[in-house]
C-alpha cells in the first residue's frame, strides 16, 4: 500500500472526509452515543459485571510499547495475509456481533456492502438481524465466515452450518465462552433485551429444523425455542467432531483464554482459535486478550491460525497484536458505533481509518510485512 501519492492522498482525506465524519473511535462512541437510546447504546458499549474486563482489554495495549525502526527502506509494504488459502487484503476481520439492527436499520446488510468494498471479511452472527443468505447475496463473492452458537438441539447447529456453506461462507466459527448469559448490568437497569424484541431471531425463524420443532411458527414462539437453546453448559470438546461431521469447512473456536484450551483446541482437529473474552462482556475479571495471547501463541506453535478480538482500536494495536504472536486481529463495536452514527459509510469509514492506520504503523515501525511484525519490535512498559 506503499503509493507514491500516500501523502496526497492523505491531504485529501484530511481536508474533505474527516469534516462531516468523526476520525477516531472515541468520537464515533461519542456520537453514537448522542443518536442511540439507552438500552441499545449500553447493550454495545456495555460488558458484564463492574467491567473490569471490559477495561482492562484496552489498557493491556498500553502495556507494551513498539521500538520503531529506522532506515529500513519500507517503500513497497504490504498488509496482506493469507488464511485458509484464503488470500486478504489486510489482517483485520469483521467480528461476529449480532442483531446489528438495534444500531441502524440496515444492521448487518449495511455491514457487509461496507466490508465488500474494503476487502475485509465479515464474520456474521447466528443472531444476526437478517438471514445469513440475505448477506450472503449482498456480499457476493466477499469473504465471509459464519459465528455459530450451539445448540442444544445438535440438527439445528447441524442446519445453520450446512446452511452457511451453501451460502457461500468459507469458514464456521464456534462460540464457546457463552455457555451462560454475561451478567450484564446495563442491561438489567435498562430492562432490555434485543432477543426479547425479535432483534436476533432471522437465522432461526428462516431454519427448517427448528420451525419444524414448532406447532405453529410466530415471532414469539421463535424467540422462546432460541432461549431454549442458546445456553448450552454442557458443550464440550468432543462436540467438535460432531461438527466436523456437518462441513468440510475449516472450523475455528472463538473465547480460548488459556493455553492448555488451546493445546486441546490443537489436539482435537480445531483449524484455527479466537482469543476472545467476547469484549467483557461474558466473564468480568477474566484475562484481557492481549495479555492471554503469547501464552496461547506459543503453545500453538504455529500449527494452526491464531486470531484475536476484544479491545483493538487502533493500527498499532494491529500491530501489538500480531507482533505477539496473532494471525489477524477482529473488531467489533468500533464498526457498530460507524454503523449507529452513518450506516454503511460509518462502517467503511472505521475501516478506512484502521487500514491507513496499521499501514502507517507498520511503516514507522520498520515492517514492509505483516510477517515482519515480531516481538523484537515490542518492549514491556
Same mark, same amino acid.
Request: one cysteine or more; charged letters at 20%; aromatic letters at 6%.
Given at each position: 500500500?506503499?503509493?507514491?501519492?500516500?501523502?496526497?492522498?492523505?491531504?485529501?482525506?484530511?481536508?474533505?472526509?474527516?469534516?462531516?465524519?468523526?476520525?477516531?473511535?472515541?468520537?464515533?462512541?461519542?456520537?453514537?452515543?448522542?443518536?442511540?437510546?439507552?438500552?441499545?447504546?449500553?447493550?454495545?458499549?456495555?460488558?458484564?459485571?463492574?467491567?473490569?474486563?471490559?477495561?482492562?482489554?484496552?489498557?493491556?495495549?498500553?502495556?507494551?510499547?513498539?521500538?520503531?525502526?529506522?532506515?529500513?527502506?519500507?517503500?513497497?509494504?504490504?498488509?496482506?495475509?493469507?488464511?485458509?488459502?484464503?488470500?486478504?487484503?489486510?489482517?483485520?476481520?469483521?467480528?461476529?456481533?449480532?442483531?446489528?439492527?438495534?444500531?441502524?436499520?440496515?444492521?448487518?446488510?449495511?455491514?457487509?456492502?461496507?466490508?465488500?468494498?474494503?476487502?475485509?471479511?465479515?464474520?456474521?452472527?447466528?443472531?444476526?438481524?437478517?438471514?445469513?443468505?440475505?448477506?450472503?447475496?449482498?456480499?457476493?463473492?466477499?469473504?465471509?465466515?459464519?459465528?455459530?452458537?450451539?445448540?442444544?438441539?445438535?440438527?439445528?447447529?447441524?442446519?445453520?452450518?450446512?446452511r452457511a456453506e451453501a451460502a457461500g461462507y468459507s469458514a464456521i466459527v464456534l462460540t464457546v465462552d457463552t455457555i451462560?448469559?454475561?451478567?450484564?448490568?446495563?442491561?438489567?437497569?435498562?430492562?432490555?433485551?434485543?432477543?426479547?424484541?425479535?432483534?436476533?431471531?432471522?437465522?432461526?425463524?428462516?431454519?427448517?429444523?427448528?420451525? $419444524?420443532? @414448532?406447532?405453529?411458527?410466530?415471532? !414469539?414462539?421463535? *424467540?422462546?425455542?432460541? /432461549?431454549?437453546?442458546?445456553?448450552?453448559? %454442557?458443550?464440550?470438546?468432543?462436540?467438535?467432531?460432531?461438527?466436523?461431521?456437518?462441513?468440510?469447512?475449516?472450523?475455528?473456536?472463538?473465547?480460548?483464554?488459556?493455553?492448555?484450551?488451546?493445546?486441546?483446541?490443537?489436539?482435537?482437529?480445531?483449524?484455527?482459535?479466537?482469543?476472545?473474552?467476547?469484549?467483557?462482556?461474558?466473564?468480568?475479571?477474566?484475562?484481557?486478550?492481549?495479555?492471554?495471547?503469547?501464552?496461547?501463541?506459543?503453545?500453538?506453535?504455529?500449527?494452526?491460525?491464531?486470531?484475536?478480538?476484544?479491545?483493538?482500536?487502533?493500527?498499532?494495536?494491529?500491530?501489538?497484536?500480531?507482533?505477539?504472536?496473532?494471525?489477524?486481529?477482529?473488531?467489533?463495536?468500533?464498526?457498530?458505533?460507524?454503523?449507529?452514527?452513518?450506516?454503511?459509510?460509518?462502517?467503511? $469509514?472505521? @475501516?478506512?481509518?484502521?487500514?491507513? !492506520?496499521?499501514? *502507517?504503523?507498520?511503516? /514507522?515501525?520498520?515492517?514492509?510485512?505483516? %510477517?515482519?511484525?515480531?516481538?523484537?519490535?515490542?518492549?514491556?512498559?
Amino acid at each position: 500500500m506503499a503509493e507514491t501519492n500516500k501523502e496526497s492522498l492523505l491531504f485529501t482525506r484530511v481536508n474533505k472526509d474527516t469534516q462531516s465524519l468523526p476520525v477516531s473511535v472515541e468520537d464515533w462512541e461519542r456520537q453514537a452515543r448522542e443518536i442511540l437510546p439507552d438500552g441499545p447504546f449500553d447493550y454495545i458499549a456495555g460488558g458484564s459485571g463492574a467491567e473490569e474486563t471490559l477495561a482492562s482489554n484496552r489498557t493491556a495495549f498500553s502495556k507494551w510499547a513498539i521500538v520503531p525502526r529506522m532506515m529500513r527502506d519500507v517503500t513497497n509494504r504490504t498488509m496482506g495475509i493469507t488464511l485458509f488459502n484464503q488470500s486478504l487484503r489486510t489482517p483485520i476481520m469483521l467480528a461476529p456481533v449480532g442483531m446489528q439492527a438495534i444500531a441502524h436499520p440496515e444492521g448487518e446488510l449495511a455491514t457487509a456492502r461496507a466490508a465488500r468494498e474494503a476487502g475485509v471479511p465479515l464474520v456474521v452472527s447466528t443472531v444476526s438481524a437478517h438471514p445469513m443468505e440475505r448477506i450472503a447475496e449482498v456480499m457476493g463473492d466477499a469473504p465471509r465466515w459464519f459465528q455459530l452458537y450451539w445448540s442444544n438441539d445438535r440438527e439445528v447447529s447441524a442446519s445453520m452450518v450446512k446452511r452457511a456453506e451453501a451460502a457461500g461462507y468459507s469458514a464456521i466459527v464456534l462460540t464457546v465462552d457463552t455457555i451462560m448469559l454475561g451478567w450484564k448490568r446495563r442491561d438489567f437497569r435498562n430492562g432490555y433485551s434485543p432477543l426479547r424484541e425479535g432483534k436476533g431471531m432471522a437465522n432461526y425463524i428462516t431454519d427448517p429444523v427448528l420451525c $419444524s420443532r @414448532l406447532t405453529e411458527v410466530t415471532a !414469539e414462539n421463535v *424467540v422462546e425455542e432460541i /432461549l431454549k437453546n442458546i445456553y448450552h453448559p %454442557a458443550l464440550n470438546w468432543n462436540d467438535i467432531a460432531f461438527l466436523r461431521e456437518q462441513t468440510s469447512l475449516p472450523i475455528l473456536v472463538k473465547g480460548i483464554l488459556h493455553p492448555d484450551d488451546a493445546r486441546l483446541a490443537v489436539e482435537y482437529g480445531v483449524d484455527g482459535i479466537i482469543v476472545s473474552n467476547h469484549g467483557g462482556r461474558q466473564m468480568d475479571g477474566a484475562i484481557s486478550t492481549l495479555e492471554a495471547l503469547p501464552a496461547i501463541a506459543k503453545v500453538v506453535a504455529g500449527k494452526i491460525p491464531v486470531l484475536l478480538d476484544s479491545g483493538v482500536r487502533t493500527g498499532a494495536d494491529v500491530v501489538k497484536a500480531i507482533a505477539l504472536g496473532a494471525n489477524a486481529v477482529m473488531i467489533g463495536r468500533p464498526f457498530l458505533f460507524g454503523l449507529a452514527v452513518a450506516g454503511e459509510k460509518g462502517v467503511a $469509514s472505521v @475501516l478506512d481509518t484502521l487500514i491507513h !492506520e496499521l499501514d *502507517v504503523a507498520m511503516a /514507522l515501525s520498520g515492517s514492509n510485512s505483516v %510477517a515482519d511484525l515480531n516481538e523484537s519490535i515490542l518492549v514491556r512498559v
